[in-house]
């Protein structure tokens, strides 16, 4: 009976733990090494019986191909309209400066966080382009609405990756059961 409802508590608090990790994949931040660290965790208490062990190799190279996808797809962006070579600080330093002012103007759960997040993208590479590199204020901007909706479809890439490292952790789970 303890074992049955350990069992129940060890796959409510993984689901948790996934809806976390999306959450923080649409903030642009690593809740691929969650979904990663979560599933790794549950493999260690469960003596790695729960799923085999080529799972996690391949969940490990998904999260690292999200990491990457994420981080070229707002520098592409830039690029793209015209930016310079942004580089990863601005738009990072951006996108967590504008979820913490995000989520204190709009107090909505992940809502304001969200917002502030890609408006401190477009404002971190804004000033970035137009400090650094003494762009005028259209050119600035341009690169900065680039690496916005770069970082867009970088973050919806890393939720596309961590709904598969998910699915892919369920049909390992699946087959070690024998399904």
């Known amino acids: 009976m303890l074992n049955a409802v350990l069992g129940v508590l060890g796959w409510v608090v993984l689901g948790v733990v996934f809806v976390a990790a999306l959450v923080l994949d649409v903030l642009g931040l690593f809740g691929n090494w969650v979904i990663f660290i979560g599933i790794t965790t549950a493999g260690a208490v ?3 019986d729960l799923y085999p062990w080529w799972i996690l190799i391949i969940l490990l190279l998904l999260a690292i191909v999200g990491e990457v996808l994420e981080a070229l797809s707002g520098w592409m962006g830039a690029r793209h309209i015209g930016g310079s070579s942004v580089g990863v600080l601005p738009p990072l330093i951006g996108a967590l ?16 966080s969200l917002i502030g997040a890609f408006v401190g993208v477009f404002v971190g590479v804004f000033l970035y382009e137009n400090q650094k590199h003494r762009r005028d204020v259209q050119a600035s901007a341009m690169a900065g609405l680039g690496a916005t909706v770069g970082r867009i479809g970088g973050a919806a890439a890393k939720v596309c990756i961590g709904i598969l490292m998910i699915a892919t ?8 059961r024998g399904g």
């Open 46 to 48: 469960t003596g790695f």
């Open 97 to 112: 400066g504008g979820a913490v002012l995000g989520t204190i103007v709009i107090p909505i759960p992940i809502i304001g």
């Open 169 to 176: 952790f369920l049909c390992g789970v699946w087959f070690a």
